[in-house]
T-cell receptor
Framework: EAGVVQSPRYKIIEKKQPVAFWCNPISGHNTLYWYLQNLGQGPELLIR????????DSQLPKDRFSAERLKGVDSTLKIQPAELGDSAVYLC???????????????FGEGSRLTVL | AQSVTQPDIHITVSEGASLELRCNYSYGATPYLFWYVQSPGQGLQLLLKYFSGDTLVQGIKGFEAEFKRSQSSFNLRKPSVHWSDAAEYFC??????????????FGKGTKLSVKP
């Protein structure tokens, strides 16, 4: 069974440029998460989807960040424009079920490491 | 507010020695607790989880953790560390929505180094 797939693994851009990250969750997983991991820190939730609905985006900086999961499967996270402080690892995770019947175990991708110069 | 504290930023142990990584949580309801491991450049892998029942839970790679409600702790242990255990370890608490699990709140992690 394929795991959570993310691309690109690494991205280097100049500040004020746009960037997008893509995530394909484990087949059949209804819930998809985007986490931000700064150097030396634990992951912090940006947004959680249940199917195609964003059920928790309270930590997503909406002035520059956007995300979509149009068909309830894969998802894209976009930053426009990027700032120096956005340099971090962006982790995607998925889990089976939804908040009503969720096992609680998240499966993580390898992450997309962003460097903003 | 919910939070997870991992007091040790970095721990070094000798190969073959025992290991205990500390985790304390703050959460108003019955917690769902997790330990994840992250090798350099990799995503997080679940080691073990506690939902209910037996407070001593067994995980993969020979790890175990004990839930102590009175101490709000969920410490991770391994009796004999292998060089391949060198990684970063994250404790997490699951937010409980009406009896089911939602987001995870992670601690800042403990980096484990293993010396020969």
């Amino acid at each position: 069974e394929a795991g959570v797939v993310q691309s690109p693994r690494y991205k280097i851009i100049e500040k004020k440029q746009p960037v997008a990250f893509w995530c394909n969750p484990i087949s059949g997983h209804n819930t998809l998460y985007w986490y931000l991991q700064n150097l030396g820190q634990g992951p912090e939730l940006l947004i959680r989807y249940e199917n195609e609905e964003a059920v928790d985006d309270s930590q997503l900086p909406k002035d520059r960040f956007s995300a979509e999961r149009l068909k309830g499967v894969d998802s894209t996270l976009k930053i426009q424009p990027a700032e120096l402080g956005d340099s971090a690892v962006y982790l995607c995770a998925s889990s089976s079920g939804t908040s009503g019947r969720n096992t609680g175990e998240l499966f993580f991708g390898e992450g997309s490491r962003l460097t903003v110069l | 507010a919910q939070s997870v504290t991992q007091p040790d930023i970095h721990i070094t142990v000798s190969e073959g020695a025992s290991l205990e990584l500390r985790c304390n949580y703050s959460y108003g309801a019955t917690p769902y607790l997790f330990w994840y491991v992250q090798s350099p450049g990799q995503g997080l892998q679940l080691l073990l989880k506690y939902f209910s029942g037996d407070t001593l839970v067994q995980g993969i790679k020979g790890f175990e953790a004990e839930f102590k409600r009175s101490q709000s702790s969920f410490n991770l242990r391994k009796p004999s560390v292998h060089w391949s255990d060198a990684a970063e370890y994250f404790c997490a608490v699951g937010l409980n929505y009406g009896g089911s699990q939602g987001n995870l709140i992670f601690g800042k992690g403990t980096k484990l180094s293993v010396k020969p």
